[in-house]
């Protein structure tokens, strides 16, 4: 199907990504709200971008090795912008994500953990269910936060522990959960965003060239260079940067998109540098 009122979406990994296979894969469903823009990786001989590859999936690589982590996560962003992605979901990407990035993506980053959170965040999960005699174990979809396997959970798989279990026997049978899981709840949490308005004015504000999104008095802003051009104000109105200062806008009722995404595009244009204009603006 056309991509058209699709969320497009990210996918970050480090190997064979067998859950960015999974999501892949649905997205092939007439009826998924997502649309795999762009497999990102942070290894260049990654075995799971030459699987989406072949599938016609758009790629991007770039090792991290003797960069700062600030450069290398700015690459990332930048080819993740290029392909309009609005949501990112983590597929065994084995890095740390730095708080600036995470802040920057906000509430639009989405991982898989192979345990039942709250319970064993980190490493070793299922070595650790076992060692704790727990007669159930699984996986969870959660938002990604600056804690480590810390941020809502959207949902969980559970999975039996047996008694002749071995952290291998375990990881495979929550694996085939894992596959069925987060498909399922990225889908779910993509509908829930389509309905949102503040989702559609990031997928307004963030179209636009070079705008990255923050954090302004605890509420989404968006800027470009150093200046904001668009910010929420509380959970029902939009205030745009405009010629005579600052333009509020009302997100209640029938909001007129087409004008609130014109006024976004006028402000981002007063706010853009000289530079960025000067090159084409948007």
């Known amino acids: 199907m056309a991509d058209t009122g699709r969320r497009k979406l990210g996918i970050l990994i480090s190997g064979r990504g067998s859950n960015m296979a999974a999501l892949v894969e649905a997205a092939r469903a007439p009826d998924c709200p997502y649309a795999v823009a762009l497999v990102a990786s942070d290894k260049p ?3 799971g971008l030459a699987w989406a590859a072949e599938r016609g999936v758009a790629t991007f690589a770039q090792s991290p090795k003797g960069m700062p982590k600030a450069d290398y996560e700015a690459r990332i962003d930048a080819a993740l912008h290029d392909a309009g992605v609005e949501l990112i979901a983590l597929a065994g990407y084995m890095r740390l994500l730095s708080p600036a990035f995470v802040e920057r993506w906000a509430g639009r980053i989405v991982n898989i953990h192979p345990s039942l959170l709250p319970n064993y965040k980190g490493l070793d999960t299922h070595a650790r269910a076992i060692a704790a005699g727990d007669a159930v174990a699984g996986c969870s979809v959660h938002l990604v936060t600056e804690e480590l396997d810390a941020g809502t959970v ?12 071995t952290a291998e026997t375990l990881a495979a049978r929550v694996l085939v959960e894992e596959h069925r899981l987060y498909p399922a709840m990225l889908a779910e949490f993509v509908r829930t965003m389509t309905d ?13 060239p070079e705008a990255a999104e923050s954090e302004e008095a605890g509420a989404p802003s968006f800027t470009v260079g150093d200046a904001t051009f668009a910010r929420l104000s509380g959970d029902d ?6 010629e005579s200062g600052w333009q509020t806008l009302a997100l209640t009722g029938d909001v007129d998109w087409t004008l609130v995404g014109d006024a976004i595009a006028r402000g981002w244009e007063l706010a853009a540098p000289a530079a960025l204009l000067e090159a084409g603006g948007r």
């Open 237 to 242: 109105a939009l205030e745009v940067r405009a």
């Open 154 to 165: 959207l949902g969980r798989a559970e999975v039996p522990v047996h008694a002749d279990d």
């Open 45 to 47: 001989d990654a075995a």
């Open 196 to 208: 949102s308005p503040l989702s559609r004015i990031r997928s307004l504000a963030l179209a636009l």
